[in-house]
């Protein structure tokens, strides 16, 4: 039991003489480094418009710090293992604001749409900046983190599976779209070797991965699938599998991962809420670059919260807007840049495409591999 908790709960990876087997020999960048950040730069143009125009999605400004008191910050997991960095803000005030800088602006997006008065069919995009200072920093892990986090309104009728397979159609074909673009400009990365991006997303219920795969843990089953779908989107992260383990522990409180699918799908299945993986040919490994799903009704949030034990949130301002209706219903989710970079232009490292900071043993492996981490 003690091997599949560690299994759902961290990155996957815990030693640099791990990190040193993962990372490619033989590794030559297909950009140097000042065409990388003209590329970059390319795909979060093409990204963030495109998005914008197939969700009806307005970019908006994002907090890079909360009030600690809202309950607005994302605790990203269930086990409370991943906590916010906190400081005190606002010198001569009688008491101090306790300030944290957020993880994600998962919940913040949310109460945002009732902010920007958006109607159903319509959202906001952000290009949110986060702190995570509690993962192993490797290649693809970072505790400086930037995302499209986006948030459309829905209605009642738009809570179904059909809907979350329709929008996570219309974000692989952006991303997919934005690689072709870098290709345009960059046609080296066309011509790398590497396979070219899948057209189609691949759709699998966690259910039925645990099925195909039965003997192995679910990162091995995520890397598995990979090799027959290159694209792939696992939907119901969060609910209790047949082997009594979720496939990754999700918050209680944004995501909905308790909803019964069975009448969809025909099969014992739970969950609106899902990840996009691909398999990453330079590294060769399976690869996240988005989470999301439709979020919580206040008959669901009060279900996750008593299943996660943490029912004592309710009484925090934003759980307490769910319940009374004060906020609408939404679906929505986060694309990692960095990562979305990484895979598109083919690096090896999150820090060749952004900057962050890494520790020395990890440069001095990268240094060793011809990787070159911007400082």
């Not at 990388?36 to 998005?51: G, M, N, P, S, W």
């Not at 702190?131 to 499209?148: C, G």
């Amino acid at each position: 039991m003690a091997n599949k908790a560690a299994d759902l709960a961290g990155p996957g990876i815990s030693t640099y003489e791990e990190v040193e087997k993962i990372l490619p020999k033989d590794y030559k960048p297909v950009l140097n480094r000042m065409d990388t950040q003209r590329a970059v730069f390319a795909i979060k143009r093409h990204i963030e418009d495109h998005l914008c125009r197939a969700l009806n999605l307005d970019m908006v400004q994002v907090p890079l710090i909360v009030d600690k008191a809202s309950g607005v910050n994302d605790y990203l997991d269930r086990d409370g293992s991943r906590t916010p960095v906190e400081f005190p803000c606002g010198l001569g005030l009688e008491k101090r604001i306790e300030a944290q800088v957020v993880q994600a602006a998962t919940k913040w997006k949310r109460m945002a749409l009732e902010q920007f008065a958006c109607k159903p069919g319509q959202g906001i995009c952000t290009d949110m900046r986060a702190v995570r200072k509690d993962y192993f920093l490797d290649h693809d892990h970072s505790s400086y983190v930037d995302q499209w986090d986006w948030e459309q309104r829905i209605t009642v009728a738009d809570r179904k599976l059909d809907y979350l397979k329709h929008t996570v159609r219309h974000l692989w074909k952006v991303i997919r779209g934005a690689g072709l673009k870098a290709q345009e400009m960059f046609p080296d990365l066309a011509a790398s070797g590497y396979p070219p991006i899948p057209e189609d997303i691949t759709f699998i219920h966690a259910e039925d991965l645990l099925a195909e795969f039965p003997g192995l843990p679910r990162k091995q089953r995520e890397t598995a699938i990979l090799q027959k779908h290159p694209a792939v989107f696992i939907i119901g992260i969060g609910w209790v599998l047949k082997d009594g383990y979720p496939h990754e522990m999700r918050a209680a409180d944004y995501d909905d991962w308790v909803t019964d699918t069975s009448k969809e799908t025909g099969k014992d299945t739970h969950g609106l809420n899902g990840d996009i993986l691909v398999w990453n040919p330079v590294t060769k490994r399976r690869h996240e670059l988005s989470s999301m799903g439709i979020r919580v009704t206040k008959e669901t949030l009060k279900v996750q919260l008593k299943l996660s034990g943490q029912e004592d949130f309710l009484k925090l301002p934003y759980h307490q807007a769910i319940m009374n209706d004060r906020i609408p219903l939404s679906i929505g989710g986060g694309i990692g840049q960095a990562r979305t970079y990484m895979y598109l232009l083919r690096t090896a490292h999150l820090g060749e495409v952004t900057v962050s900071v890494w520790p020395k043993q990890l440069k001095d492996i990268c240094a060793k591999k011809n990787i070159h981490v911007l400082e």
